[in-house]
């Protein structure tokens, strides 16, 4: 049996089938019914995505322990590469 049905796809597979997505309704060329379809279907990864996104947040905020206190420290990219 297939694991993709049993589980989420990774959220790099969803955010590659969302980035192709959006190529093809860039496009411009696609009948109207497909692309509904395929809007749908991106509305459905982009949801997906976020809320992984938001499961590794909650789980990055529960890492940021000081002592027995959790403590939630806002996400800073510009400190991450330093």
């Known amino acids: 049996m297939s694991e993709e049905k049993t589980s989420s796809p990774s959220f790099e597979a969803s955010l590659d089938e969302l980035e192709r997505i959006v190529k093809e309704l860039e ?4 009948p109207l019914e497909q692309s509904l ?3 749908e279907t991106g509305m459905r990864l982009s949801a997906e995505c976020k809320r992984q996104l938001e499961e590794a947040e909650s789980r990055v905020e529960i ?5 027995s206190e959790v403590v939630a420290v806002p996400f800073n990219p510009e400190r991450t590469g330093k």
């Open 27 to 30: 496009k411009g060329d696609l």
């Open 37 to 39: 379809a395929l809007f």
């Open 63 to 67: 890492l940021m322990k000081k002592g």
